[in-house]
């Protein structure tokens, strides 16, 4: 699975981003892990999470800090919140090429209808996948949303 991460150095060097990808010492699937090794703020870790809409892909790319809610996005998609769903690790597989727990907000093989949380606006950078579970790499939130195309969006109620 290599490749995923290579897949994602491309996408941001096609994009003039000048981050890197960081390697953690261990594989951290979860945003508390994630920063824990950072030493960032859980808030500050934007975790790209794949939906199910009635059979059609969704990235939520969300802050740490805070849990989707499935109501919002039901409303936002104008869907029941019956026809959205976490995707099984299989259908994440098949939409972005990487496994859970280690999922990129970018280097899909095809485009992915995306939302990004606008909480991960209230931090100076943020830290996301990048392809495996211990793969990362340092952005903003404007350059989040311009690598991935995505909509801001309230994604967690208050």
């Known amino acids: 699975m290599q490749g995923t991460v290579q897949r994602v150095r491309e996408v941001l060097r096609e994009s003039g981003s000048s981050e ?8 951290s699937p979860t945003a508390a892990e994630t920063a824990e090794q950072l030493g960032c703020p859980v808030g500050a870790i934007a975790s790209s999470l794949i939906f199910d809409v009635d059979g059609t892909p969704l990235l ?19 869907v029941g919140r019956g026809k959205i769903r976490r995707a099984t690790p299989e259908f994440v597989l098949r939409a972005t090429g990487q496994e859970v727990g280690g999922v990129a907000p970018i280097g899909h ?7 990004v949380d606008v909480a991960l606006d209230d931090y100076e950078q943020v830290w996301t996948g ?7 790499f340092r952005t903003t939130y404007a350059e989040l949303v311009k690598l991935t195309g995505g909509e801001s969006a309230v994604v967690a109620g208050t």
């Open 130 to 136: 990048a392809g495996m579970p211990h793969s990362v």
């Open 20 to 27: 890197e990808i960081v390697e953690l010492p261990a594989a």
């Open 60 to 78: 939520v790319v969300t802050s740490g800090a805070h849990r989707v809610d499935t109501r919002l996005l039901a409303r936002l998609l104008g």
């Open 109 to 115: 093989p095809q485009s992915i209808r995306t939302l």
